[in-house]
């Protein structure tokens, strides 16, 4: 399994960016994704997480503004960002959870168990 994100940019603060994320590996409707943001300051972060059944969550400071999605006919998550602020900028990365994870979990790194490398999202 093998995760590739894609979408980073740089932006200016209001404009919209959409991150994806493709899995090159089976199974992949099955898996609980995540998207995490990680500066060089702050610990790793869950930003939204989608499972397989297509249930959402959103961390507080995304929530209204970036909506997660998949399509698992692409072996593809998405993360359509709104409003950007500078306080997004960081590195984005994607996750895969290949076993079911509760949902007071959805936001912890440790319940993931393959990351991509990131995408950098930069918001001036």
């Known amino acids: 399994v093998q995760l590739v994100e894609s979408g980073g940019d740089s932006v200016q603060a209001g404009g919209s960016l959409r991150l994806s994320c493709t899995d090159s590996?089976?199974?992949?409707?099955?898996?609980?994704m995540g998207w995490f943001r990680q500066t060089r300051v702050n610990e790793r972060a869950g930003v939204a997480s989608?499972?397989?059944?297509?249930?959402?969550s959103y961390g507080d400071d995304v929530k209204g503004r970036f909506t997660i999605s998949r399509d698992n006919a692409k072996n593809t998550v998405y993360l359509q960002m709104n409003s950007l602020k500078p306080e997004d900028t960081a590195m984005y990365y994607c996750?895969?959870?290949?076993?079911?994870?509760?949902?007071?979990?959805?936001?912890?790194?440790?319940?993931?168990?393959?990351w991509g490398r990131g995408t950098q999202v930069t918001v001036s």
């Open positions: 590996g089976r199974g992949f409707s099955h898996y609980c």
């Open positions: 996750a895969l959870a290949a076993s079911p994870i509760r949902v007071s979990d959805e936001f912890r790194p440790s319940a993931y168990n393959v």
């Open positions: 989608i499972d397989s059944a297509g249930a959402t």
